[in-house]
């Protein structure tokens, strides 16, 4: 886990659980491996997107499920924004210091957080812990208020 995210979740008093892909009892290739190996419904697991305006100055983090497309177009227009694009990885690296394979909503700083609204009827759900092949398991309710995160829908 990077040493930012376990600092900030020290400090909050949240409930989390860390899982690392290599201690579970099964390989994990793939998101469908992780979901199989803990039992869970894919859509628990998350991914989490760096997006880029156009203009390349505002940056935001979304929060869905693995297995949702994402319309950039729609989200754009949720933030007010013309065109987004998923960021470069030297951007992740220079703004979050997050691997492409572990990015976390947690710790993003001054960088807004979208979640998708769905996450939210989830007991729990699954996140990047900034490092690839560790997973942070926690509520939704508790990472939309560690993070400030904004609700989204999706189509």
Do not use: W
């Amino acid at each position: 886990m990077h040493d930012r995210i376990r600092m900030i979740l020290e400090k909050s008093g949240v409930d989390y659980q860390v899982h690392i892909h290599e201690k579970l009892p099964i390989p994990i290739h793939t998101p469908h491996d992780f979901a199989q190996a803990l039992g869970y419904d894919i859509s628990r697991i998350t991914k989490t997107l760096l997006l880029q305006a156009k203009d390349q100055e505002n940056l935001c983090l979304v929060v869905a499920p693995i297995n949702q497309r994402l319309n950039l177009k729609d989200i754009a227009e949720q933030v007010s924004c013309k065109r987004l694009q998923i960021a470069d990885p030297q951007v992740l690296l220079q703004m979050l210091d997050y691997p492409p394979q572990g990015v976390s909503p947690i710790g993003a700083g001054s960088i807004p957080v979208l979640m998708v609204a769905q996450l939210m009827s989830f007991p729990t759900v699954l996140i990047g812990a900034g490092k690839a092949g560790v997973e942070i398991e926690l509520s939704p309710q508790a990472l939309q208020q560690m993070t400030h995160a904004t609700l989204i829908g999706i189509s």
